[in-house]
């Protein structure tokens, strides 16, 4: 745990070596056409670098590597103990560059330092290394067939990956991409969001450095609209996971089926509900309702961005949570004390204010927050915001505003809650707060969303999985599910003679 100050990060921030090329066939490059794209600072607006801006023709060259690694079985038939050595010299090696990481991760997003430094880096080493040391204790399965024959089920890896992510959590996102998908042998070609490629960029070479073998991981910045795209119709890409909105996840679909049938797997949108009643511990669930919206600027998929509080503790318990969202007003990513940074760039920024109208048009009450902040020259923070007097129908309470907006609404039983909890067209996560325990079960068994928590939000480690029900996708991130993502399975009968 880094103790530095707001100065010492600065200084660290000034003197930072950024590596912005792609890296293709185990070298970093400069896109083939020589474009770049400068990638900002959403604190304060400064260009942290200009970065390699791939297309079409760096695509074909990494699809090319790729498959070439593949097919010569350099990483695929590596015996798995010895794939685990090299993901766990991995995660050390993201361990050993703890901070460099942190703060650029911090730079390119706008995340509090002690969040990049706590959580994000941390939880991206034990990913990598979760997968590593489980992928040499992973048993293939023999059926139980007659007698006179035996059949062996194997998980056998998809070959070339393509993996395109967001710029909400890039390197934890990326580790939960990664991790399975080499752990099982395939070659992952990374297209990180055009406005946070860095710690990306910086995680390839740490890869090679850890004896990943080159063409196993390629890191290209570009475009999602033409990089992207071309991987996600390409005829030797066969599988593709995706996290990011559920738009884009919807044309991945067509592209897989217009193509070869890649094998897709989506992590998607949600609005999700967090459910308090009377009976729970009112001061935990407070706090916690507040955590559920504003941690990382709202700007977090699973958010807890519709508050669910049951008629006759209304007004009591969102007066508890107004104070603390008071404590969640934005600062400097910089400083150590800043709990929420800026809105990513000034399009997220200005869809939040943009919903901050909207609700207001709705008829919805603004209970707190609502504005810009100035905290930073050239950046765009928004103030955590709260709007009660909502009914489930608004926009603000179907839509996702992905920005520090929570919604609350009034609920009078318990069928009443699960309906609202359910009236919407994602299903990624959501939470329950009872001391009743057959109140909180069956409300978490109602709840169609991929994780539910119990008397706590944001529940949840490498050893289970995350993913979404309804438009919220259909993979699972994390634990050994994960694995299947990245796996076909192959039956091989005989018969004895
Ligand atoms: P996005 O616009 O869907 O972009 C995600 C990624 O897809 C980016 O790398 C983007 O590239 C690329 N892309 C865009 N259009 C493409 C196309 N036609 N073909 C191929 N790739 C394309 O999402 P975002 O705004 O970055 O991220 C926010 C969304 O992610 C939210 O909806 C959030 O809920 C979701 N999310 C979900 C999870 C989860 O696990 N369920 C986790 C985090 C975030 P460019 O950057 O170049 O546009």
């Known amino acids: 745990m880094s103790n530095k100050t707001l100065a010492q990060w600065s200084a660290m921030a000034d003197g930072l070596q950024i590596e912005a090329r792609a890296f293709i066939d185990g070298e970093y490059v400069a896109a083939a056409s020589g474009n770049t794209r400068p990638t900002i600072n959403p604190a304060n607006g400064a260009t942290l670098a200009h970065v390699a801006s791939c297309g079409p023709e760096d695509a074909d060259r990494a699809i090319a590597s790729a498959k070439a690694v593949f097919e010569a079985g350099t990483w695929a038939n590596l015996a798995p103990a010895d794939r685990k050595k090299v993901m766990v010299r991995w995660a050390e090696l993201i361990e050993a560059n703890a901070e460099e990481l942190a703060l650029l991760e911090s730079l390119d997003v706008g995340k509090p330092i002690s969040d990049t430094l706590n959580v994000d880096v941390p939880s991206a080493a034990r990913t990598i290394r979760w997968s590593g040391e489980a992928i040499d204790k992973f048993y ?140 729970a511990n009112l001061d935990k669930a407070a706090a916690m309702a507040a955590t559920a919206v504003f941690y990382n600027g709202g700007q977090t998929c699973t958010a807890g961005t519709r508050l669910l509080v049951e008629r006759s503790i209304h007004d009591a318990f969102i007066a508890k949570v107004i104070e603390h969202a008071k404590g969640w007003m934005p600062g400097n990513p910089l400083d150590p004390a800043t709990s929420m940074g800026p809105m990513v760039d000034e399009a997220q920024f200005n869809t939040v204010a943009e919903y901050v109208r ?140």
Request: glycine share 12%; hydrophobic share 40%.
């Open 358 to 497: 909207i609700g207001l048009d709705e008829g919805a009450t603004l209970a707190f927050g609502g504005k810009r902040v100035a905290c930073v020259d050239g950046g765009h923070f928004h103030e955590p915001t709260i709007f009660t007097g909502a009914h489930n129908k608004m926009r603000i309470a179907q839509e996702e505003i992905f920005g520090p907006v929570m919604t609350v609404i009034p609920f009078d039983t318990e069928a009443d809650a699960i309906a609202i909890a359910n009236d919407s067209i994602f299903g990624l996560a959501g939470a329950v707060w009872s001391r009743d325990i057959n109140v909180a079960h069956r409300v978490a068994k109602a709840v169609r969303v991929g994780t539910m928590g119990i008397n706590n939000y944001f529940g949840g480690d490498m050893t289970v999985p995350f993913g979404g029900f309804k438009q919220s996708g259909n993979g699972r991130d994390k634990s050994m599910h994960a694995f299947d993502d990245y796996t076909e399975l192959k039956t091989t009968w005989i018969e004895f003679e």
């Open 140 to 279: 293939d399965e023999v059926a139980p067939t007659s007698h006179d024959s035996l059949a062996l089920v194997q998980r056998l890896p998809l070959g070339v990956v393509a993996a395109i992510v967001p710029w909400n959590f890039p390197f934890s996102t990326t580790a939960w991409k990664l991790a399975p998908a080499i752990a099982t042998g395939n070659s992952v070609i990374l297209k990180p969001a055009s406005n946070t490629p860095l710690t990306a960029i910086r995680l390839a070479g740490l890869a090679k450095q850890a004896g990943l073998p080159d063409g196993v991981l390629q890191v290209l910045p570009g475009p999602g609209g033409s990089l992207g795209s071309h991987l996600a119709r390409h005829m030797d890409v066969e599988g593709l996971t995706f996290t990011g909105s559920t738009p884009v996840g919807k044309t991945l679909m067509e592209y897989s089926g217009q193509s070869n049938l890649k094998r897709t797997f989506l992590e998607l949108g949600g609005k999700s509900p967090n459910i308090v009643f009377a009976d």
